[in-house]
C-alpha cells in the first residue's frame, strides 16, 4: 500500500476530488496547510500599509491507495490540479506497512 500526499492550490480541490472520484477512489482526508517554496509568498495591502505573506495557504490531500493504482491517482491529481503556474504544488508517495479498520479490524486493502 502507498500513501499519496499532495499539496495543491484551494481552488483545485473541487477539481481533483471529482477527478478522484471517477477513478474510484472512495475516500481521502484534506487539510488546510501553509507554506512556501519557489513560489516565495506575497505582499498584500491592509489600511494602506504593505506586508509580507511569507507562508501561503495550500490543501493538503491525503489518499491511501494499492501499489497498482498509485499511478493512476498520480496522474488523475497533475492532469486536475496543474496551472503550469509556480505554486501548482507537489506530489508525495510513501510506503504503508498496513492499515487498520478500528470499526472492524479488519486489515491492509480490506480496511481501505
Given at each position: 500500500m502507498k500513501k499519496v500526499e499532495a499539496i495543491i492550490r484551494h481552488f483545485k480541490l473541487e477539481d481533483?476530488?471529482?477527478a478522484l472520484s471517477e477513478l474510484g477512489i472512495?475516500?481521502?482526508t484534506i487539510t488546510e496547510v501553509?507554506?512556501?517554496g519557489?513560489?516565495?509568498g506575497h505582499t498584500e495591502m491592509y489600511r494602506g500599509t504593505e506586508y509580507a505573506v511569507d507562508f501561503?495557504?495550500?490543501?493538503?490531500l491525503e489518499v491511501v491507495v494499492d501499489n497498482d493504482a498509485v499511478q493512476g491517482v498520480?496522474?488523475?491529481v497533475m492532469r486536475s490540479a496543474q496551472t503550469g503556474q509556480i505554486g501548482d504544488g507537489k506530489i508525495f508517495?510513501?510506503?504503508?506497512?498496513?492499515?487498520?479498520?478500528?470499526r472492524t479490524g479488519e486489515t491492509g486493502g480490506e480496511a481501505l
Open positions: 481533483v476530488k471529482n472512495a475516500g481521502m501553509r507554506g512556501f519557489r513560489q516565495k501561503v495557504p495550500k490543501v493538503k498520480v496522474d488523475t508517495i510513501s510506503d504503508l506497512d498496513d492499515t487498520i479498520r478500528i
